[in-house]
């Protein structure tokens, strides 16, 4: 099945929809495509016949105004799955992985109020002059669990998306100087979408994934050259804690899946940041694709001075 979050022009609500036939099938139940997650997918199937049967609204696919298939998840880890891409960033820059990352599939937390959905328009980070697009590819949870086992979380999965995760590599880089981060680099803008796909209509995830800006070819990659598994990924997430329904888990960027690692093995004059006005289409086999305007970055707000310094004052030097 192919599911989407829409806005109805019946009622001008959001809407779950099964995708069929090159158009959407509203459904017409006032509920979210969160609610029929859960139960390892016994409320999606009667959903699906209802929404087929009796359809709020009918609509052809590029007509739809979409959401987010979950517009507004319970949290979002996004990991560092890929090896071509981990490695040929650092290597760009002279340094090698570091051996942890072959025993721990590392995420990040990053804000789920800041989704948007698959046609959204996308503003760039506040002071940010370095932005880049992610190309990923996320799992849905659709039911809960704790402490999985690797070999058993797949079943934990409702369905798969894109994700791209827009970064803003300036803010993130120094951020990550000081110990914490991502932050501000990253949580600015996440799109998702257009469709949560069930896992059996995808079989073994051996999926071409592209990205394109201005309609140059920028990436290319396959979501099979994962070397991290999704299942190992839910198991890693769950570890000492609890996935909950809708829970979204990113695989991280594929090999050459973004700005950053482009930049660094062929030149920022070749592969230059995003502007305002720069079109951006990142496509997955059988999951459709995001398509996002880049809008000009809001004026950051000054902070003033520290608490405790005076403005203009310099810091105390350590004795």
């Given at each position: 099945m192919r599911w989407a979050t829409y806005v109805s022009p019946t009622d001008s609500a959001e809407h779950p929809a099964l995708v069929a036939d090159g158009a959407?099938?509203?459904?017409?139940?006032?509920?979210?495509?969160?609610?029929?997650?859960?139960?390892?997918?016994?409320?999606?199937?009667?959903?699906?016949?209802?929404?087929?049967?009796?359809?709020?609204?009918?609509?052809?696919?590029?007509?739809?105004?979409?959401?987010?298939?979950?517009?507004?998840?319970?949290?979002?880890?996004?990991?560092?799955a890929f090896e071509e891409h981990v490695v040929t960033s650092m290597r760009a820059i002279g340094q090698e992985l570091h051996p942890d990352w072959y025993e721990i599939p590392v995420f990040y937390f990053?804000?789920?109020?800041?989704?948007?959905?698959?046609?959204?328009?996308?503003?760039?980070?506040?002071?940010?002059?370095?932005?880049?697009?992610?190309?990923?590819v996320a799992a849905?949870?659709?039911t809960a669990g704790a402490d999985l086992d690797p070999a058993e979380a797949d079943?934990?999965?409702?369905?798969?998306?894109?994700?791209?995760?827009?970064?803003?590599?300036?803010?993130?880089?120094?951020?990550?100087?000081?110990g914490l981060?991502?932050?501000?680099?990253?949580?600015?803008?996440?799109?998702?979408?257009?469709?949560?796909?069930?896992?059996?209509?995808?079989g073994d995830l051996d999926l071409a994934m592209t990205a394109s800006v201005n309609g140059t070819p920028y990436s290319a990659g396959r979501l099979s050259d994962l070397y991290w598994g999704f299942g190992q990924l839910l198991a890693y997430a769950s570890r000492g804690t609890r996935l909950v329904p809708g829970d979204v888990i990113g695989s991280g960027t594929v090999g050459t899946g973004c700005i950053l690692e482009l930049s660094r093995v062929h030149g920022e004059d070749r592969y230059p940041y995003l502007q305002a006005g720069d079109r951006v289409r990142l496509?997955?086999?059988?999951?459709?694709?995001?398509?996002?305007?880049?809008?000009?970055?809001?004026?950051?707000?000054?902070?003033?001075?520290?608490?405790g310094?005076?403005?203009?004052?310099?810091?105390?030097?350590?004795?």
């Open positions: 959407l099938h509203g459904l017409r139940d006032a509920v979210r495509l969160l609610d029929l997650l859960g139960d390892g997918g016994d409320r999606l199937a009667p959903a699906a016949r209802r929404a087929l049967a009796d359809p709020l609204d009918v609509i052809v696919e590029d007509e739809a105004v979409l959401r987010a298939p979950v517009p507004v998840p319970p949290s979002i880890r996004d990991f560092m990053t804000n789920p109020a800041a989704v948007l959905g698959p046609r959204d328009d996308v503003p760039i980070s506040p002071g940010c002059a370095a932005f880049d697009y992610e190309l990923e849905v949870v659709g079943a934990h999965i409702a369905g798969y998306t894109i994700l791209c995760d827009w970064s803003a590599r300036d803010l993130q880089m120094r951020e990550m100087r000081l981060g991502p932050a501000k680099g990253k949580d600015s803008a996440t799109s998702l979408g257009p469709y949560l796909v069930t896992p059996d209509e995808l496509e997955v086999e059988r999951l459709g694709a995001i398509d996002a305007r880049i809008l000009p970055a809001p004026a950051p707000l000054p902070l003033g001075a520290p608490k310094r005076a403005a203009g004052t310099a810091p105390a030097t350590p004795s």
